[in-house]
């Protein structure tokens, strides 16, 4: 089963978004390789815009990805 996070957006409507973490890994940083070993790199903060509205934007931390 995927696994979800659900973040609120911080514009006025303060819609629901609902990410994958499929989703998210689009988000990361290009897969770096270390000593063969592909390592994907999860930036601090992810600033995503509102799949709902124009105006919000959603902010995801890397801890929240971490607890997912
Ligand atoms: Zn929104």
Redesign the pocket.
């Known amino acids: 089963m995927a696994k979800i996070i659900k973040v609120r957006?911080n514009?006025a409507?303060?819609?629901v978004?609902e990410f994958t973490d499929k989703e998210l890994e689009k988000y990361s940083r290009p897969t770096i390789v270390v000593r063969g070993q592909p390592k994907n790199t999860v930036p601090e903060r992810l600033v995503i815009p509102?799949?709902?509205?124009t105006?919000?934007k959603?902010i995801i931390t890397r801890k929240m990805i971490e607890e997912m």
């Not at 509102?50 to 509205?53: I, L, N, R, Y």
């Open positions: 957006c514009g409507g303060k819609c978004n509102c799949k709902h509205c105006e919000g959603v």
